[in-house]
């Protein structure tokens, strides 16, 4: 049986369970912190207990920041025909891996 949770994180969620390695947006801890996330709601693989918060639980999950890292470049063209008009910018986001220890 497993223990699944929602967490938010950087205005998104993620659904996790303990042992999982997630992206996340950059989180300003240093590598190797324990950190408690978000909960929205804890469930089980069979679905005989669930806990839903309102919006958030007391109940925290905790996790541990692995590394941060660059994610990959994402290239933004713009262009106008007949015009000789062109433009590329990138973009490169900035992310932080986290491994869940605790549901």
Do not use: C, N
Not at 24 to 50: H, N, Q, Y
Not at 63 to 85: C, M, N, P, T
Request: proline share 2%.
């Amino acid at each position: 049986m497993f223990r699944y949770g929602v967490v938010r994180t950087g205005g998104k969620q993620y659904l996790v369970k303990e042992g999982d390695l997630i992206t996340v947006d950059r989180l300003e801890t240093k590598e190797k912190d324990k950190i408690e996330l978000e909960t929205l709601a804890r469930f089980d693989d069979e679905g005989k207990s669930v806990d839903l918060g309102t919006p958030d639980l007391t109940k925290k999950v905790q996790a541990e920041v692995v590394s941060h890292l660059k994610g990959d470049k994402i290239r933004v063209a713009r262009f106008k025909a007949k015009v000789r008009y062109r433009r590329v910018k990138g973009f490169r986001p900035q992310l932080t891996t986290l491994k869940i220890i605790k549901i």
